[in-house]
């Protein structure tokens, strides 16, 4: 028993316990669709709703909140920085984001015009309602900043 709960806690602190738990959990598209069927309500009661009459037909939400940067580096992932949560590789187009089950898209038509995004990886869980956009070297994440941006959830 003790050796299961050493294991978990190793687990935990490497990161790696949110892409088991992801991927033992329900479909992303079920999930998706269970949390977007609630009308102002996402996971971790994330940011600001607008109203499906100011959305495109694609458009399920469109909601404010912060959008980040990160890149490959161990110091801003764990040991496998070039595979993300959802086991696949880093690529441009890939985000993070601990409110939204994977393989959600997105669009940021402020930042990226009709550029989709697939919600691939997690997070630090301290980054409860945020976005992270994924750049190729860590001079462009920081480039890049954080800004306060309306997401498209397709």
């Known amino acids: 028993m003790s050796r299961q709960i050493i294991s978990a806690t190793l687990l935990l602190a490497l990161g790696t316990l949110s892409s088991v738990i992801v991927s033992n959990a329900a479909p992303a598209s079920e999930t998706a669709e269970t949390i977007l069927s ?84 997690r997070m630090h869980s301290r980054h409860a309602n945020r976005l992270d956009v994924w750049f190729p070297t860590r001079a462009e994440a920081v480039q890049f900043g954080a800004h306060k941006a309306q997401i498209e959830i397709l």
Not at 62 to 74: G, K, L, N, P, R
Not at 101 to 107: E, L
Request: glycine share 6%; hydrophobic share 40%.
């Open 38 to 121: 609630e009308e102002a309500t996402l996971l971790n009661e994330s940011p600001i709703a607008i109203s499906q009459s100011e959305v495109g037909a694609d458009v399920q939400r469109v909601m404010t909140t912060t959008v980040t940067a990160y890149s490959s580096e161990v110091a801003q992932t764990d040991d496998t920085p070039y595979t993300t949560a959802s086991g696949t590789r880093v690529r441009q187009g890939v985000v993070a984001a601990n409110w939204l089950p994977i393989g959600t898209k997105v669009r940021i038509p402020d930042l990226f015009g009709d550029q989709v995004f697939v919600v691939e990886d």
